[in-house]
């Protein structure tokens, strides 16, 4: 059996036609998602603010069959916060990282309000190595 023959008969996810299927970092969905994680993370964490929209965004990298068989898109931009302050965000989405490996995830790291270094240092978690 050839090396890429091997690699797909061990995928850790499924998907029908065998490309990753992760959206783009601009899409209205990921903007969406990357809020609603500052959103949810403990209030002190953004000091109350939360993201109102992010702009600037940049695919920094993308992986697949690297380290893990699931791909890994990672982007940065700007966000807004409610206060009118802007910060850069890092977020990286994750195939087959939802319900039970169903859809993909975000983790997001806004690097100067990570204080206790959630995701890192200088949000290394959520940036590619």
Known sequence: MSGSALADEHRAYFS???DPR????????VRSA???????AQTSYADGRAITGIDQIREVAYRDH????LARRFCSGTA?????????VHYKLVE???FVGLGWKVEAC?????????YGAHCSTTRPR
């Open 110 to 118: 806004m690097s100067a309000l990570d204080k206790w270094h959630v």
């Open 16 to 18: 029908l036609n065998g």
């Open 34 to 40: 990357v809020a609603g994680s500052v959103a949810r």
């Open 96 to 98: 087959h990282g939802g």
């Open 80 to 88: 807004t916060l409610t206060d009118g302050s802007t910060r850069q």
């Open 22 to 29: 992760l959206p783009d970092c601009t899409s209205a969905s």
């Open 66 to 69: 690297d380290v893990s068989p």
